[in-house]
Each structure stands twice: as structure tokens, then as C-alpha cells.
């Protein structure tokens, strides 16, 4: 399964939309487009994602510009993996 289709499995549950992440694509807006995605919500997204990627989330490393976006949450992702942390 590629990081895009598990980063979106992991916002539909974290956010439970009820199948409604398949349909995102990069550009569907996250943060302020979705009332499910509150601060409460980004906890347990962060959580989740670290809990299934492995990695760990530092407290400085994220705003709401990471989670503006699909694209831009992939894209943190992806980065994050690709250091290996």
C-alpha cells in the first residue's frame, strides 16, 4: 500500500469520515475545509500517523500549514520517512 492511500486511511479514521478520505486527492483542503479536523482531531491524526508510520512528531515540527492540505500533510509525511524518524 503506498503512503499516500495509508496517510488517507489514517485521516479517514482519525477523523472518522466514513470512507469520505478515498476521494481526496492532493489538493482537497484539510484544516478549515473540514469541520472534523479541530484541535482535538489533530491530536489523534499526529497520534495515529505515528503510531503507523513509526515515526515521532516533535512538538515544534508541525502548524497549520502541514495540515492545510492533503499534499502538504503527504509531503510532511514523506519527509518524515525519508529521514528515517
Known amino acids: 500500500m503506498d503512503t499516500e492511500k495509508r496517510l488517507?486511511?489514517?485521516v479517514d479514521e482519525a477523523l472518522t469520515l466514513?470512507?469520505?478520505a478515498a476521494g481526496f486527492d492532493l489538493e482537497t483542503p484539510l484544516m478549515g475545509a473540514l469541520p472534523e479536523?479541530?484541535?482535538?482531531?489533530?491530536?489523534?491524526?499526529?497520534?495515529?500517523?505515528?503510531?503507523?508510520?513509526?515515526f515521532v512528531v516533535g512538538e515544534d515540527e508541525v502548524d497549520a500549514s502541514t495540515f492545510e492540505t492533503v499534499g502538504s500533510l503527504l509531503?510532511?509525511?514523506?519527509?518524515?520517512?525519508?529521514?528515517g524518524h
Open 18 to 20: 466514513g470512507g469520505r
Open 8 to 10: 488517507l486511511d489514517i
Open 37 to 54: 479536523l479541530d484541535s482535538m482531531a489533530v491530536i489523534g491524526l499526529i497520534n495515529l500517523m505515528e503510531e503507523r508510520f513509526g
Open 75 to 83: 509531503a510532511y509525511v514523506t519527509d518524515k520517512l525519508r529521514q
